[in-house]
């Protein structure tokens, strides 16, 4: 790397991090080691000195292979992606692949088949037993069994993925709503099931995953757009106000953005105004107070976001708001179970 420097690299590493929020620097820990390591090979490098580093992001899939298929439902659709550290080098052979997808229907240099974006689903719903690479989906499928919960769960956050990579925007509110109950919502009532709660408590649970997620949106909204040209902003609210997506690059709120933003606020506070039985209607006292934190979060970061700018800076809340909101949430579920207001009921769970 010039004259006087040497360029150390590895991709070991295999930490799953936020692409949104991650720290792009290397950690002196993985900087030591990669030195020893090169000093024992050219003993002369433990005498020099650490100039800087960068840490990068590999695209991976859940079994490490890439997926390149078309994407059923949108005509002309077709994904390839998800090649870790090594799409650069296969490139050539994907290339010739693709082409003959789009013109032929079907690749005929290589097999594609193993490399089919239905491939998670199948094995989750166990269509598909196997291939090794899928061992995290068959464990997922042996757990759902195990614990008699639907892998409806797993398929909606699969319907979520595939709605990411074809549907940037957002129509309305009640389009919005219907992604989070694909791409929230399912997570919540996974947990509900897997501690034997009752499904009469998916309302609940739905509204304060949606408010989360919405939440969530709006801290990223500039940086969804930049970066990943995604606007989960309802667009029929900003077509109300005037604006088109380019509003979300300016360096501050326009009027009409702060307006459309503080309408989002007001559905979340609904939500969470639906969501607030939750920890009372909730047998396990973990998870009540669980439920009990994360509620509390979300209203105090609701309060933020209305008094913060997220395109002038990013709108978070700090260690204080963590400590204070976990000792109020786990203190309120206590007190309530202390004087007898948690609901004693029977679960109703799902089967695979």
């Not at 990068?56 to 077709?78: A, C, F, I, Q, R």
């Not at 969501?275 to 009540?288: K, M, V």
Request: with cysteine.
């Amino acid at each position: 790397e010039g004259a006087d420097l040497t360029l150390v690299g590895n991709g070991n590493v295999e930490n799953e991090v936020d692409p949104d929020d991650y720290n792009p620097k290397p950690t002196m820990d993985y900087v030591e080691d990669i030195w020893m390591r090169l000093a024992r090979r050219i003993p002369a490098v433990a005498d020099g000195e650490f100039f800087t580093g960068y840490a990068g992001l590999y695209t991976s899939t859940p079994d490490m292979h890439p997926v390149v298929d078309k994407v059923d439902g949108v005509e002309g659709l077709y994904v390839c992606t998800g090649f870790s550290g090594h799409g650069f080098k296969l490139s050539p052979a994907v290339g010739i692949c693709m082409a003959e997808m789009v013109l032929d229907g079907a690749a005929r240099t290589v097999d594609l088949t193993p490399l089919r974006l239905s491939r998670f689903a199948e094995a989750v719903t166990g269509a598909e037993t196997g291939d090794p690479a899928l061992g995290t989906a068959h464990r997922l499928r042996a757990s759902l069994t195990e614990t008699h919960v639907t892998a409806q769960h797993c398929l909606d956050l699969i319907a979520a993925f595939k709605r990411d990579a074809t549907t940037p925007r957002t129509d309305d509110w009640a389009d919005l709503m219907g992604y989070c109950d694909v791409s929230a919502n399912p997570v919540g009532r996974y947990l509900l099931d897997l501690h034997g709660e009752a499904v009469s408590d998916y309302p609940a649970s739905d509204a304060l995953c949606s408010a989360l997620q919405v939440l969530n949106h709006l801290q990223d909204c500039q940086d969804d757009y930049r970066s990943l040209d995604r606007v989960y902003l309802p667009g029929d609210w900003l077509a109300a106000a005037g604006l088109g997506v380019e509003a979300l690059d300016a360096a501050r709120c326009a009027p009409g953005l702060r307006q459309v933003l503080d309408r989002c606020l007001d559905g979340v506070e609904d939500l969470l105004v639906e969501a607030r039985g939750l920890p009372g209607r909730l047998r396990n006292p973990r998870l009540a107070m669980e439920s009990a934190v994360i509620l509390r979060l979300a209203e105090r970061l609701t309060l933020r976001l209305r008094r913060g700018d997220p395109l002038a800076a990013r709108v978070a809340l700090g260690r204080l708001d963590f400590l204070l909101c976990g000792l109020g949430g786990v203190g309120g579920v206590l007190l309530q179970r202390a004087l007898g207001g948690n609901r004693s009921r029977q679960p109703a769970r799902q089967g695979p």
